[in-house]
Nanobody, 121 residues
């Protein structure tokens, strides 16, 4: 069983930055693919960024050039560096993991509880 715990959310003004972290545990012995998703009130959960076991990354068009996904395998931690934040980035952000890659499709098996990001104009 994989446990994921996000942190790093908060409230910032437009143009600001935040770095989200996702600490993973219980994943030893397997290679996991991981991703960041977000969900705003009244909207569907959408993929933001994902990273494969070899470090390959994929981003939603809406965040390309502003967000960077990375992972530290030694620390079992996934990161999302978010720069030039916009009010439309406001959402609950979730990290997800699975033994197969779902890229930006929210079919991952394991999910964290989420961390809120609020961007004011």
């Amino acid at each position: 069983q994989v446990q994921l715990v996000e942190s790093g959310g908060g409230s910032v003004q437009a143009g600001g930055s935040l770095r989200l972290s996702c600490a993973a545990s219980g994943a030893s012995g397997y290679t996991y693919y991981m991703g960041w998703f977000r969900q705003a009130p009244g909207k569907e959960r959408e993929g933001v960024a994902a990273i494969d076991s070899d470090g390959s990354t994929i981003y939603a068009d809406s965040v390309k050039g502003r967000f960077t996904i990375s992972k530290d395998n030694a620390k079992n931690t996934l990161y999302l560096q978010m720069n030039s934040l916009k009010p439309e980035d406001t959402a609950m952000y979730y990290c997800a993991a699975d033994r197969v890659s779902w890229y930006l499709i929210p079919n991952y098996e394991y999910w964290g509880q989420g961390t809120q990001v609020t961007v004011s104009s």
